[in-house]
Each structure stands twice: as C-alpha cells, then as structure tokens.
C-alpha cells in the first residue's frame, strides 16, 4: 500500500498513526493556547508541550493558524457526525434533543472539545479561518434548529422562535466549558445528567398543553 502524502510530500505509512499524531498536536496545541493565548503562544511551545521538534509540527500543520483553525474546525466537525448518527435513529423530537444535549455535555470533559468552545483568537485569526469555522458551526445549529422546529410543530416543546431557542440551548450547554474544573464537587456524570434535565426542561410543554415557566 502507497501510503498518503504528508504536507511536505513524506508518504505516511500509517494513516491511523498519522491521525493519531495530528490530534496529538491539536490538543497539545490547545493546551497551550488555553495557558498563554493564541497570540502569545509559539510553534515552539507546542513543540515543548508534546517534547518533540518544532519539525514535527510542521509536518503535520503549516502555521499556528492553521493549528488553532482545526482545534476548532475537527471539535466541530465530530460533533455534526455524532449529531448526525442521532437524527438517524428517527426519534421523536424530546428524545432526540435529550441525546443531542447530553452528547454536547459529555464531550465537554474530553479536553479538545472543551480547548475548542473556550479558546478565542481575537484579532489574530484571519477572515478565512474564521469563515471555515464559522460554516461548520451554521451546519450544527441548522440539524440542531430542525429537531427544535419539529418539536414544535408536534406540540412537544414550547412555542417559541426557533433561532432564540436553539442559541438558548446551545450557549447555555456548551457553557460548560467555561467553568467545568476537574475538581469540582459534581462529578461529569452528575453534570451531565443535571444540565440536559434542565435544558429539556426549559422547552417542553407540561401535561395538558400548557407551558413551562408560566
């Protein structure tokens, strides 16, 4: 077997191992742009993060930018694959949702995809890698905000706006992130269980056709 062609026109052997070491790179990277900050951060100390050559990240990704851009864009794209597996069961709507939710939450606790929701780039990212990002995301909220119009129109969750409700859901979840520590006194399990009950709260009718919080 050939092999694919690595960046610099190395044949990889090892497609797996290859994969394998780029996600390597993405959470060391994200690790360090979590403790420095983008702009601060340097090639080199991804390089020490990992304790290989500055070389080694180069093989695998041209720039700092481009590191940063697929932290977020990989986080992102395993999540609408995830989501997509979801909607393939063809569940009703609460139950798609409640799967949907607690997916969010879980991945939370796996390091890259809480780096991807808490990193910010500001002004050192450039409009295409913003774009990209920005693409996958609209992707997510599309499939997301199509559960939340069918439970809609079936009556299951509350007549509301679509849009509001899905940035509602979405922001309130992936928030996670923003103050998760691994020592806190609720374990993931507890966390999860507890935000996707109380997001799925915040949408469904009660019994008899009335709405929550009223």
Same mark, same amino acid.
């Given at each position: ?5 690595? +960046?610099r ?17 993405? +959470? ?10 983008y ?13 290989v ?9 041209r ?12 986080a992102?794209?395993?999540a ?64 997301v905000r199509?559960?939340?119009e ?13 849009t ?13 992130s ?37």
């Amino acid at each position: 077997m050939s092999g694919k062609v690595g +960046l610099r026109g190395h044949r990889v052997q090892s497609t797996e191992r290859a994969e394998g070491r780029r996600r390597a790179v993405l +959470l060391a990277a994200a690790h360090v742009f979590a403790s420095h900050g983008y702009v601060q951060a340097t090639v080199d100390d991804i390089a020490a993060q990992m304790g290989v050559t500055k070389g080694v990240i180069y093989y695998y990704f041209r720039s700092k930018e481009e590191i940063f851009t697929e932290i977020r864009a990989t986080a992102i794209r395993e999540a609408v694959a995830r989501l997509e597996t979801i909607l393939a069961r063809g569940e009703p709507p609460e139950v798609t949702m409640r799967a949907v939710v607690a997916d969010l939450v879980t991945h939370i606790f796996d390091d890259l995809d809480r780096f991807a929701n808490v990193l910010r780039a500001g002004a050192g990212i450039s409009d295409e890698s913003r774009k990209t990002v920005r693409a996958l995301q609209r992707r997510y909220e599309h499939l997301v905000r199509g559960i939340v119009e069918s439970g809609i129109s079936t009556g299951v969750f509350v007549d509301r706006d679509s849009t509001l409700m899905t940035f509602t859901i979405l922001r309130g979840v992936l928030g996670v992130s923003d103050w998760y520590r691994p020592n806190l006194r609720l374990t993931p399990a507890a966390i999860i269980e507890q935000v996707t009950d109380l997001a799925i709260r915040g949408i469904l009718r009660v019994p008899g056709g009335a709405e929550t919080g009223r």
